[in-house]
C-alpha cells in the first residue's frame, strides 16, 4: 500500500460493491482554475450574489456575461490533471461507480469519465431565458464575439444565460435525485477538493455516511465535514488520488486472487 495505512479503510474497500465520488472546485485547482473560497478564491475578490446571481445577470448583463466568457477561456485553455484522470481509472475499477461534481468546468468528462453528475450545470452549455433554445459553445462564442456590447441575445431577443446554477436557484431535479442515490448505495464515498459549505451538496457526505458509507476525505485544508470523515487524506488531489487508486487497484486485485 502506497498510501492507506489504515486496516479499516483497507477492509472496506475490500469489500466495497458501490464507489461514489463528490469533488468540488479542488480537483481543478492544479488544472490552473481557480477555487471559490480561501485567500486566492474567486469569492475573496467578489461576493456570489455580485456575480453568480438572476438578479446580477438581469441587471449587468454584460459584466456577469464577460466574467464567465472569461472564466470560459480560462477553462478552455486548461486540461483535466492526474487527479481527474485517478477518477476515470477508478471508474474502470468498480461495477458500481458514481462521479458527482460540484464543478461546471467538464474536466471530468474531458478526461474520460462516463456520466457525471454535475450538480451545479456547465458553463459551457448556454440557454435562452426566454424561448429555452439551448446554444452550443461555437454557436454562443460567435454571438458574444459578434456583439460589441457582450449581451448575448437568442434570435427572439431574449438574453442568453449559461447553464449553471445561480444562488437562490434550485438544482435540476434528476441531478440531486441521482446524487442522493449514489450516496446512499455506497460502500466508500470520496470527497475530493470540496470545503463542503455549499448545500445540498454538502449534505451527501453525511447521508452516506448515516447509510453506512466509509468517508474518506481528501484535501489540503480541514473542511466542514472533516469532523464526520473516517479517512482524512492530507494533500492535493493530483498526487493523492493517483496514489489512493493505485491502492484500491491493489487491494481489488488480491481480493479477486482470494475469492477465486
Ligand atoms: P471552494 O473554493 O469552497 O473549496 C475548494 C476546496 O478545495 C478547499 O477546501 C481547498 O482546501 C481545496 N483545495 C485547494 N487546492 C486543492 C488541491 N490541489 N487538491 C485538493 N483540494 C484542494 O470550492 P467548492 O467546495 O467546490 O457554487 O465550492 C462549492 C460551490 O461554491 C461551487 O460549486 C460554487 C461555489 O459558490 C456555485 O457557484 C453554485
Redesign the pocket.
Known amino acids: 500500500m502506497k498510501i492507506l495505512k489504515d486496516d479499516e479503510a483497507i477492509r472496506r474497500i475490500k469489500c466495497a460493491k458501490g464507489v461514489a465520488v463528490l469533488?468540488?472546485?479542488?480537483?481543478s485547482?492544479?488544472s490552473g482554475i481557480p477555487?471559490?473560497?480561501?485567500e486566492e478564491?474567486?469569492?475573496t475578490k467578489m461576493s456570489?450574489e455580485e456575480m453568480?446571481s438572476f438578479e446580477a445577470f438581469y441587471h449587468n448583463t454584460a459584466i456577469v456575461s464577460e466574467w464567465y466568457q472569461h472564466r470560459r477561456d480560462i477553462i478552455d485553455k486548461s486540461e483535466p490533471n492526474s487527479?481527474h484522470k485517478a477518477l476515470k481509472m477508478l471508474e474502470g475499477l468498480v461495477g458500481d461507480f458514481s462521479l458527482i461534481t460540484?464543478?461546471?468546468d467538464g474536466l471530468h468528462q474531458r478526461a474520460g469519465s462516463g456520466s457525471v453528475i454535475e450538480?451545479?450545470g456547465n458553463i459551457m452549455e448556454n440557454y435562452c431565458i426566454k424561448c429555452n433554445q439551448q446554444y452550443s459553445p461555437q454557436e454562443f462564442d460567435e454571438i458574444y464575439q459578434q456583439n460589441p456590447e457582450h449581451i448575448p441575445r437568442c434570435y427572439c431577443g431574449g438574453l442568453i444565460r449559461p447553464n449553471?446554477?445561480?444562488?437562490g436557484e434550485q438544482l435540476p431535479v434528476e441531478c440531486i435525485e441521482n446524487a442522493y442515490q449514489a450516496a446512499i448505495n455506497s460502500d466508500i464515498f470520496l470527497v475530493?477538493?470540496?470545503?463542503?459549505?455549499?448545500a445540498p451538496?454538502s449534505d451527501l457526505p453525511r447521508l452516506a455516511k448515516q447509510n453506512g458509507s466509509y468517508l474518506i476525505e481528501?484535501?489540503?485544508?480541514k473542511?466542514a465535514i472533516s469532523h464526520i470523515v473516517d479517512l482524512r487524506l492530507e494533500?492535493?488531489?493530483?498526487v493523492?488520488l493517483p496514489l489512493l487508486v493505485d491502492d484500491f487497484k491493489e487491494i481489488m486485485l488480491e481480493n479477486k486472487q482470494f475469492t477465486r
Open positions: 469533488t468540488g472546485a479542488g480537483i485547482a492544479e477555487i471559490f473560497r480561501g478564491g474567486l469569492w456570489p453568480a487527479g460540484q464543478n461546471i450538480l451545479h449553471v446554477v445561480w444562488f475530493v477538493g470540496t470545503s463542503a459549505y455549499v451538496a481528501i484535501n489540503p485544508n473542511t494533500g492535493s488531489s493530483g493523492v
